[in-house]
C-alpha cells in the first residue's frame, strides 16, 4: 500500500452520514460489503450497506463513493433506493468479520506467532490510482475471549498475517471461480463464462457484482446475454441494464420481447431508461442506433483544466475519453445547441485555464441520427476519428458514435464467439502470469461438458 492512501478503519463509518454532490444527507453507513479472495489476497470492497431515511437498507458501490473523510461519505449521485439483499460471494465486515477468532500466521523467530486472535476492526484503503478500496490492516486482540485485557494484548498486523477469513483453496463454488478469474478482462471473462455450462454460467453471473457484470455483458454475444439475463430477477435485471454504457443496453433489449422490454425500462431510473428509449427509436445500423447517449459535455465557458478533470475519469473507455463536446446548456444529451468538440491533444496543449470556446473545433461538420453505418465508417476513417457527434436538426447533440460500435456491426456475427487472440510471440506469454493466455477447458465445468450439457 502506498504511503499516503486513504485509509480508514470500519468502525469509524459505522453510522457516519452519506452526502450526495449537493451536500444533501441521503442516509447512514450501516455496514461495509467485501468479497473475500483465495491466495492470500485481501478482500475487495465492493460498497456499503446505507440505511436511507426509510430505515430500508440499500447497496452504494464504492465506485460511486468519491470521498471518505471528516466523519462523512460523499456518493457521485442518487442512491438506489432497492432494498440490499447480502449475495452468496458478500460478506459484512460488522456483521460478520468483527469478533471473529483467527490465527497469527506462524513466522520463524517471532514467539507467540500461530496463536488464536479476536478480530477487533479491519482497515479499508483505497488503491494508488484507482477506485478500488480492499481491506488492508486488521487490528486484533490476544488472549481468550473474556480474559482480562492487559497493556500491549492488542496489534494491528496485514491482513496476510492472519488466517482463517480465507476462502478454502480446494472446492469450486463460484467464489473460488471469481477470486480466480478477478484480474481478467472482461472480454475474457466474458470467453470464460461462454465456454461453460448454462447452469455454472448463472451461478457465476449471480454471484458477480453489478458493474462487473454489465461489462461482462457488453463482450457476450446477443444468445448469452438474454439468457444470463432471463435468469436474474427483475430488479437486478434493471440494476445492471443502467450499469452497462447505453447502446449496449438498447442493443441488449432490442433481443427481448417487446412486452419484457418495457417491463425492465420502467424498473430502471427515469434518467436512464430515457436514454434507451432513445436509442431504440432508430434503426440498428444507423448513427442513432450505434451512438452512447454519455459522451462528455462542457459548456463554452468550461476551462482545459474542467475537461482534464473529467477525460481522467477511469469508468470512461479510450474512445470517449479522446475528446469534449462543447454545448449550450443543458449539458445531458439532447444537450442545447452543440458548438463543436475538442480532442483531448489540444487540450494538452494549451494552458489549463484556457476558454473551451476558444479552442473549439468547428470545422467537422457532425453525423444526423439516420446516417447509414457504411457512411459512418467512412467519416471516422476520412478524419482519422475514434468518435465522432450525433446532433439532430434543431442542432442538439445526441450522442456520440465510437470506432468501438462500429466495429461491432463490421466484424462476423459469431466474432464474440471466436478464441481471443494470444500474445505475439511465445517467448513472452508468461511474462505477466494473471494476463497469461488461458484454455477454458482449464475451468472446472466448462469443457468435457456431459452429453446433456450438465
Known amino acids: 500500500m502506498a504511503a499516503g492512501a486513504p485509509r480508514v478503519f470500519v468502525s469509524h463509518l459505522a453510522g457516519i452520514a452519506v452526502f450526495d454532490p449537493t451536500g444533501d444527507q441521503v442516509g447512514r453507513v450501516r455496514d461495509v460489503v467485501v468479497m473475500l479472495r483465495v491466495g492470500g489476497r485481501p478482500p475487495r470492497v465492493l460498497g456499503l450497506v446505507v440505511e436511507v431515511v426509510s430505515r430500508r437498507r440499500t447497496f452504494l458501490p464504492m465506485t460511486r463513493v468519491t470521498g471518505v473523510e471528516s466523519g462523512q461519505v460523499i456518493t457521485t449521485g442518487v442512491l438506489n433506493t432497492r432494498r440490499f439483499e447480502q449475495r452468496p460471494t458478500e460478506t459484512l465486515v460488522l456483521g460478520e468479520l468483527l469478533d471473529r477468532r483467527v490465527r497469527l500466521v506462524p513466522t520463524v523467530g517471532a514467539p507467540g506467532d500461530g496463536e488464536e486472535v479476536t478480530v477487533l476492526d479491519v482497515s479499508v484503503a483505497q488503491l494508488p490510482a484507482r477506485r478500488d478500496w480492499e481491506i488492508d490492516k486488521v487490528f ?13 494484548e492488542t496489534l494491528t498486523v496485514d491482513w496476510s498475517a492472519v488466517t482463517g477469513f480465507r476462502l ?21 471473462l466474458a470467453n470464460v463464462l461462454h465456454h461453460l455450462s448454462p447452469k455454472r454460467r448463472g451461478e457465476v453471473a449471480a454471484a458477480l457484482d453489478d458493474d462487473r457484470l454489465a461489462d461482462v455483458l457488453e463482450e457476450l454475444p446477443d444468445d448469452d446475454q438474454v439468457e444470463i439475463l432471463g435468469k436474474l430477477k427483475s430488479e437486478r435485471a434493471a440494476d445492471v441494464l443502467e450499469a452497462m454504457d447505453p447502446d449496449d443496453a438498447a442493443d ?8 419484457e422490454q ?20 432508430y434503426e440498428e445500423r444507423t448513427a442513432g442506433g450505434l451512438m452512447t447517449t454519455e459522451p462528455i459535455v462542457l459548456r463554452p465557458d468550461a476551462t482545459v483544466a474542467d475537461a482534464l478533470a473529467r477525460i481522467r475519469n477511469p469508468d470512461l473507455s479510450p474512445a470517449l475519453a479522446a475528446q469534449v463536446y462543447v454545448c449550450r446548456p443543458p449539458d445531458e444529451t439532447p444537450t ?3 458548438l463543436g468538440l475538442v480532442h483531448f ?14 479552442i473549439v473545433d468547428t470545422d467537422l461538420q457532425p453525423l444526423q441520427p439516420d446516417t447509414a453505418l457504411p457512411s459512418v465508417t467512412s467519416f471516422l476513417a476520412t478524419y482519422n476519428m475514434i468518435s465522432a457527434p450525433v446532433v439532430d436538426d434543431s442542432g442538439a447533440l445526441l450522442g456520440a458514435v465510437t470506432v468501438d460500435d462500429v466495429l461491432d456491426h463490421l466484424l462476423p456475427e459469431d466474432w464474440r464467439e471466436t478464441d481471443p487472440p494470444g500474445p505475439a510471440g511465445g517467448a513472452d506469454e508468461d511474462d505477466d502470469p494473471e494476463r497469461a493466455p488461458y484454455d477454458p477447458a482449464d475451468v472446472p465445468g466448462a469443457a468435457r461438458k456431459a452429453p446433456d450439457g450438465r
Open 168 to 188: 478454502a483453496e480446494e472446492g469450486q463454488g463460484a467464489e473460488n471461480l471469481l477470486a480466480t478469474f478477478e484480474r481478467l478482462r472482461p472480454a475474457d
Open 262 to 281: 418495457e417491463r425492465l425500462l420502467a424498473l430502471m431510473g427515469p434518467q436512464e431508461a430515457a436514454g434507451v428509449r432513445r436509442l431504440l427509436s
Open 140 to 152: 486484533v486482540r490476544r488472549g481468550r475471549p473474556g480474559a482480562l485485557r492487559r497493556k500491549g
Open 252 to 259: 441488449l433489449l432490442a433481443e427481448l420481447p417487446a412486452e
Open 336 to 338: 442545447g445547441r452543440y
Open 345 to 358: 491533444q489540444r487540450l494538452l496543449r494549451d494552458p489549463p485555464f484556457t476558454l473551451l470556446g476558444s
